[in-house]
T-cell receptor, first 115, second 115 residues
Framework: GQQLNQSPQSMFIQEGEDVSMNCTSSSIFNTWLWYKQDPGEGPVLLIALYKAGELTSNGRLTAQFGITRKDSFLNISASIPSDVGIYFCAGQRDAGGTSYGKLTFGQGTILTVHP | GAVVSQHPSRVICKSGTSVKIECRSLDFQATTMFWYRQFPKQSLMLMATSNEGSKATYEQGVEKDKFLINHASLTLSTLTVTSAHPEDSSFYIC???????????FGPGTRLTVT
């Protein structure tokens, strides 16, 4: 199935640095979501974006819904060791009927934070 | 709130046998649940959408006779991997649509190993 283009694939940073990752798509999504997955666990929702141009923060995390509705970025400021994990973007079209709620995921960004 | 559980968390089975994985929404009702499959270092791939009281909708390329889905109540969906093969070994994750914000909440995943 279709996937979103997420970059970078991996990042190795020092504690305290800021991180930025983004997702792009060739088609429009009505909702953009950012998840974090720890090894052996299911994804946990970090930020949900519902409106084109929306900029939303959750603590040290900031995400934006691109104005074209085809992209989104996630920033993490002042990274700490517990930020380590895999970050996924996901898009939702809300096409209705049996397609409601279906998510399309990006390939993921593996984040490593060195103390 | 909005907790989703999966059982078992890990299972090892022999080739040719069937395995059932349960997905439960613990504190909310979910008319729609989703089943995903994730291979190591890869993203989540949607397998099927499970709707309470009706047949599941499978994604292209997913064999419905091999991956049987039953959504018999508003809090439980099951995935049965029939006649399992080693290539079915994977991390299976469910999610449930609901809760206060009507978002998708993920379970902790089930690690299936077929020997």
């Amino acid at each position: 199935g279709q996937q979103l283009n997420q970059s970078p694939q991996s990042m190795f940073i020092q504690e305290g640095e800021d991180v930025s990752m983004n997702c792009t798509s060739s088609s429009i999504f009505n909702t953009w979501l950012w998840y974090k997955q720890d090894p052996g666990e299911g994804p946990v929702l970090l930020i949900a974006l519902y409106k084109a141009g929306e900029l939303t923060s959750n603590g040290r995390l900031t995400a934006q819904f691109g104005i074209t509705r085809k992209d989104s970025f996630l920033n993490i400021s002042a990274s700490i060791p517990s930020d380590v994990g895999i970050y996924f973007c996901a898009g939702q079209r809300d096409a209705g009927g049996t397609s409601y709620g279906k998510l399309t995921f990006g390939q993921g960004t593996i984040l490593t934070v060195h103390p | 709130g909005a907790v989703v559980s999966q059982h078992p968390s890990r299972v090892i089975c022999k080739s040719g046998t069937s395995v059932k994985i349960e997905c439960r929404s613990l504190d909310f009702q979910a008319t729609t649940m989703f089943w995903y499959r994730q291979f190591p270092k890869q993203s989540l791939m949607l397998m099927a959408t499970s709707n309470e009281g009706s047949k599941a909708t499978y994604e292209q390329g997913v064999e419905k006779d091999k991956f049987l889905i039953n959504h018999a109540s508003l809090t439980l969906s099951t995935l049965t991997v029939t006649s399992a093969h080693p290539e079915d070994s994977s991390f299976y994750i469910c999610s449930a649509l609901g809760g206060f914000n009507y978002e998708q909440y993920f379970g902790p995943g089930t690690r299936l190993t077929v020997t």
